[in-house]
């Protein structure tokens, strides 16, 4: 089970990595995924890569459907 998930919308949102535990994910949607992080279990939403035309592995590409789906399994969510 995933204890949080954390949602960030721009670059400088990022959290600080005393923050993530190792049962969190980062999801970067809209700018966020401007800034892929080297560590964590990471995720981008696939609609916003395309739309800024960015290179990112397709393991780490997510569509709505697959955020909804992390969202509802997770014991909180955090937007930053």
Excluded: H
Excluded at 13 to 21: E, M
């Amino acid at each position: 089970m995933v204890n949080t998930v954390w949602i960030v919308r721009k670059p400088a949102d990022f959290p600080a990595a005393d923050l993530i535990n190792e049962n969190d994910i980062i999801i970067l949607i809209q700018d966020g995924i401007l800034r892929q992080p080297s560590t964590y279990k990471w995720y981008a939403c696939k609609e916003d890569v395309i739309a800024r035309g960015i290179k990112i592995p397709k393991d780490k590409l997510i569509d709505y459907s697959d955020i909804i789906d992390i969202i509802e399994k997770a014991n909180k969510v955090v937007v930053w």
